[in-house]
């Protein structure tokens, strides 16, 4: 298969799954799908991009316990130790935050 045209279904499937998300940005299983199809992709940078959108989403505090698990089991298992201190971190401090409230 040509590679230019792998790349440009990849795109093309990129663009629909952020369409829906665009509409639809509360659904959790929605989410979930684009990355582990990103995962699946082995592109660990656009996994990361995408799990940072996730856990800077605004949604009840259930969803993001769920958002930061699957942050930190990435990191566990494509990251190093300052990665996974540092999504720890992040999640410390939303815990925090929301202690706040």
Do not use: C
């Not at 829906?20 to 592109?43: C, E, F, G, M, Q």
């Not at 990251?79 to 925090?96: F, M, P």
């Amino acid at each position: 298969e040509d590679p230019s045209k792998s790349e440009d279904k990849q795109w093309y499937q990129r663009r629909v799954r952020e369409n829906i998300l665009n509409t639809y940005p509360h659904r959790l299983d929605l989410w979930s799908v684009y990355l582990d199809k990103t995962i699946a992709l082995n592109d660990a940078d656009q996994s990361r991009l995408l799990l940072d959108r996730m856990i800077g989403l605004k949604l009840p505090i259930k969803k993001m316990k769920f958002f930061f698990k699957r942050y930190i089991d990435f990191e566990m298992v494509n990251g190093d130790e300052k990665s996974l201190y540092t999504i720890r971190t992040k999640a410390q401090e939303y815990l925090n935050s929301k202690d706040d409230e």
